[in-house]
């Protein structure tokens, strides 16, 4: 939680009504108990959330910050490590993940917010989750605030696994900068449309939930937004209160200044338990919530683990709650295409029947929309709309423009439930291959996107220089056992049977042996086709060529990786990075 943040305008939101805090000291097996018969009360089918893998994150946290100077600041290594083992379980897991750079209004230097989609429910009706991923330079920050990104990332996790009926959009966010002034959460809000805002029907943020002498606190607690959240606290008899002490200080209030329903748990920070909530919750009265806000010893051991196990559980609660449901609808239908491939000429079109079949209960009706098609290709149905049991005809019109290859289209039935079938696109070549350059923002010039994976790594840094512009990646050069990695996906055309991929890296190192200690590699897939080290070193930039033959009318995920020993730095800097096919 950022320690000031436009506090008087924050606390004219506040509603200063029902409160609530929870007890520091209470039993985990009693906890255990109450959270049975709590189920028993609440109508949601949401599942517990495993509190081990909750405190697994947070040792993953604690032990990125060890290794990274005791710190996750948003402009730190700490902070970019956060954000690759975040992104990677989500990815794992099915999600759709989104590294935004935060190009204006931010710290200079910091690290993109971490978006991640799950891709059912109604586009229209979105519920988003928030946290702050950073923490300040002074501390580990596990309290503030790993335990709400680890509640936050084991709830998506365990929403994958479980595979629900979504009858609403969830999103979750993982805000960059908060620390420095709400500075990510605010970007990605001024970037949102008003129609994305619109879409937006509440945003819940969770920020220091396992503050050791804690309380149970909830934002706008009367509010329509809470009410799920307050459902499953008063369900354990908590009896929660508004959060005072966090009004206007967290990412919520970026989203309230756009009008966006908010609410959200907190345990409190740095004001003190008074007299009748420690004699209501139990802990110390006249002393902080969390002693060790934004200091040294906000650690792996400054964790109220039932605090951190009821926020977790009561975040489940909230998003099942409102967009997912555990029960088998009453009515259900099933979708499939026929043909389900195709391959067109640039310049023409092609049909595949979509049928749709009543599975369970009742006809429905049913919308058609279709997503994953390329810049120039259009999908049109005939009709838009049928009633399950009925078929439609899909139309895909290839533009003159479209690049040969092969493209996974998405056909999206959506009635009570959500059903999808898939299409692939093959568009076909004339046998010639065009001359062109496949790679996007291979300078690094133009922020991080479409790059993945370690994307702080990109910027201008001090210590190196590009070799054209002013930004590179810079990978490696720790001077400890660390990994980097950088990928981005091209497609190459059909009909170009010879591509490459040129780039210029420059290669310093502190190593004095000729052994190799530290490893720069290159794959396309899982592919490996170059391996460089320490002993490659040299003065300046080299470009480098590498054959990409063979991958025509395919897509392809190049991966630039750099890893290191555990003494003495090798930097890999990589700039101007370029996929060409003939002409």
Known sequence: MVLRRLSLAGLSLAVTLGLATLPAASATATDQSGKAAAAGQ????????????VRAHLTEFSDIAARNGGNRRSTGQGYRDSVAYVKGKLQAAGYTVTEQ????????????????????GDAAKVYMFGAHLDGVSSGPGINDNASGSAALLETALTLAAQNPNMTNRVRFGWWTDEEQGLNGSDFYVRSLTSAQRSAIKAYYNFDMIASPNGGYFINHINSTAAQPMKAYWDSLNLQPEENTEGAGRSDDYSFEQYSIPTSGYAMGASARKT????SKWGGTAGAAYDGCYHSRCDDINNVNVTGLDRSADGIAHTLWSLAASAETPADDFSVAASPTSGSADPGTSLTSTVSTTTTKGSAQSVQLSASGAPSGV???????????????????????????????????????????????????GSGSCQAAQLMSNGGFESGTSPWSGDTGTIGAHNGQAAHGGTRFAWLGGYGRSESDTLSQTVTVPAGCDRASLTYWLHIDTAETENTVYDRFTVKAGTTTLATLSNKDAASGYQQRTLALDGYAGKQVTLTFSATEDSSLQTSFVLDDVEVRTGG
Do not use: H, M
């Not at 609440?42 to 893998?53: H, M």
């Not at 399950?388 to 056909?411: D, E, K, N, R, W």
């Open 101 to 120: 750079p935060c190009t204006s209004g931010c710290t200079s230097g910091a690290g993109p917010n971490l978006i991640a989609e799950w891709p059912k």
């Open 42 to 53: 609440l109508a949601s089918a949401a599942p517990d959330i495993d509190i081990t893998k």
């Open 275 to 278: 007299s009748a909530q420690a």
């Open 378 to 428: 259009g999908v049109s149905f005939s009709p838009s709309t049928v009633t399950s049991g009925q078929s439609s005809t899909a139309t895909i019109t290839v533009g003159s423009s479209v690049a040969p290859g092969t493209y996974p289209l998405t056909f999206t039935a959506t009635g009570t439930v959500t059903r999808t079938a898939t299409y692939t696109l093959t568009v076909k």
